[in-house]
Structures are given as C-alpha cells and as structure tokens.
C-alpha cells in the first residue's frame, strides 16, 4: 500500500539528478574552504537572493541561531512573532545558548504590524531595559498557513529597524514558495534584509542543508559562530551537490505544491466537521480543526496510510498537512478519501 505523507515537505527524497549529482560530487575539507562544490552553492545562493555570500549550514533552525548570535551580544534582545519558527519552535537555542532575549509581538496574519514593532523597540540609555538589536521576520510563515509576506511590508519593517539601529533577520525556510506565490525574484523579498536563511531540504527536496546569505562581513563571522556551535564541516560537496541541482530544478515546481495545497483545501472545507477556509492557503501548507481531537483524526488517518501531523497553535490545536515534490493531485484525491472515510465515522453534520 502506497503511503500519502503529508507530514511535512521535509520527507521528500533527493531526485535521481542529485543523487548523481552527490556520487560524482568532487570533494574537499570544508573547514579549509577547500571544498569545490560548498563554495559554488554558496556563492550561487548569495546571488540568487542579492547577498553578498552564503554560507552553508546544517538546517535551517541552525541557521537561524548562527544568524541571531551574529547580530546580537548577550542581554540583547530580538523582537519576533509570537507564533514564528524561531520563538516557538526552535528550542529556545537563542536565549538557552546565545543569552538573547525574545521580545514578542502579535503575528498578525504572518507578520507584525508597524505599529506593534516600533511600541516594542527599547533603544537608547534605559538601566532596566536590554537593548533591541535585532528584528526577525519569517517568510513564508509556517503557522500562519504557509502565509507569503509582499516586499513592501518586508521593506516597511525593516526600514523602521534600520532607522531604530537594528538589524533585520529573514527566517526564509520556505522563501521560494513566497517568491513563486508572487512570481517575483526571491532576491526582491529580502532586499533590505541584513541576513536571510532558507531550506534545502523542505520544498527544494535536499536530504538536508540551508544557507545563510548577507554581507561578507556578516558570513565571515557567522562562520566562526557555526563553528562555535559545532556546525564545521569536513567533505560537504555531497550536501552542495544536490544543493545546487536544487537551485537549478526545483524552484519554478513549486507552483505544483500550491496548486496541490489549495485542491487539497478546497476539497477539506466541503467535508462535513472540517473547519477550513481555503482562501487562506497560499502556498504548500493547509491548517484545519476536525471533530473530536487531532490525535485520534491523525491516528485513524494512518490506518488508511495517510500521514499528518497535529500542532498546538494559537487558536488551539489544529491539524497540519503539507504538499511537496513526490506528491500528485492523484495521491491529493485519494487522501481526500481517506478523510472522508474517518470524518463520517464521527457522524458530524455540516
């Protein structure tokens, strides 16, 4: 029986170009800066998003935390939404590791308000207050539905922090969903962004890695904070190389995983129980309540080979799917099915 996952766009598997791609990779010790292909997707990288270098790392949630030590001293604060990535679900490493402290604000549809920013930045001479260095942005925002934010509010944010002598940081896990959501180059999104991560290994189907880009001066002391964290690497041109295959190939499909989200969307908010509204799906990642508790819907799913996940958010807990490379409209239908089947055991009415 053919297994549906919808977990998270993090369980595909590398294409046959990168698994060529990684077995011909030549290699070399990365801690030197000798490794060929690291160099090249970091560079690539740095283009494509208007940067001046890259540096590759791990994942992205240590990308995020070498960006954050980068830009802040101990005792300084960021100010982040209260329902991203980087303060919910990353372990608290700024604070636990790094003595940052979070400050958040409201995530109003994926994304802070100006108003709500600029009442929470502490800046000049106050003995009681930290001092806010840092703005961090995400993009798109996993628990606001895969929400893609426009250049004009990224920008509008982050002139506010500049003009505030704060730095502006892009948690862009999945910026490219963002990009091909507003067809535009990844490179405008993060424009006036001082430092930027996004994923290998969620929509671009890497087996893993991500990359930082910024200024030169910015990498170059990222790159001994990755170290401090234990983040070196020897032979990474197996990682670079489907890397860069990735960069070549996957991005413009992406379109696929959206266009899959909102069938999936809209075939969810016609069952009787679902509470979902499908206009807010925009890219590859669907949000919705269902009768009785997550844990028993997730549960019975997977008798009939559909995985998913369930996650507390905000409004509560809620059930989470995700399309991604791998997955058909065919295999979106069949897992419609399968919903139907176990919505109709719990006899709700619409």
């Excluded at 919808?6 to 294409?15: A, F, I």
């Excluded at 801690?31 to 940067?51: F, H, S």
């Excluded at 830009?71 to 329902?83: L, Q, S």
């Excluded at 502006?168 to 990844?186: K, S, W």
């Amino acid at each position: 029986m053919t297994i549906i996952d919808l977990r998270s766009d993090t369980v595909t598997q590398p294409t046959s170009a990168m698994r060529k791609a990684m077995f011909e990779a030549p290699l070399g010790d990365d801690n030197y800066q000798e490794d060929p292909l690291t160099r090249e997707l970091e560079a690539q990288a740095a283009t494509l998003l208007g940067k001046e270098a890259g540096l590759l790392v791990t994942s992205g949630h240590q990308g995020n935390l070498v960006s954050i030590l980068t830009h802040c001293n101990r005792g300084d604060e960021m100010i982040v939404g209260n329902t991203a990535h980087i303060y919910l679900s990353e372990v608290g490493s700024a604070s636990g590791l790094g003595g940052v402290h979070p400050r958040a604000v409201l995530d109003r549809g994926g994304i802070p308000t100006i108003s709500d920013v600029e009442d929470a930045i502490r800046t000049g001479y106050n003995i009681h207050w930290p001092n806010s260095a840092l703005l961090c942005l995400e993009n798109t925002h996993n628990f606001a539905s895969g929400t893609p934010t426009s250049p004009e509010k990224i920008n509008e944010l982050a002139d506010l922090a500049h003009a505030n002598q704060m730095k502006v940081h892009i948690d862009g896990a999945r910026l490219f969903n963002a990009a091909v959501y507003f067809g535009i180059p990844a490179h405008e999104l993060v424009a006036q962004a001082d430092s930027v991560t996004f994923c290998l290994s969620k929509g671009l189907s890497c087996p893993l890695g991500s990359l930082i880009c910024g200024t030169k001066e910015f990498i170059f002391r990222a790159r001994k904070i990755r170290k401090m964290l234990g983040g070196g690497m020897r032979q990474s041109g197996f990682i670079a190389a489907a890397g860069l295959v990735a960069l070549e190939t996957m991005i413009n499909r992406l379109a696929e995983d959206h266009d899959n989200a909102k069938r999936l969307a809209v075939g969810l908010a016609a069952l009787p129980g679902i509470d979902l509204d499908p206009d807010i799906v925009k890219t590859n990642i669907v949000y919705f309540e269902v009768p009785g508790t997550v844990e028993e819907f997730c549960k019975e799913l997977q008798k009939k080979d559909v995985l998913c996940n369930s996650y507390l958010t905000q409004s509560g807990k809620r059930v989470r799917m995700v399309t991604h490379y791998g997955l058909t409209a065919e295999d979106v239908d069949a897992a419609l099915e399968a919903i139907e089947s176990v919505v109709a055991g719990k006899k709700v009415l619409k």
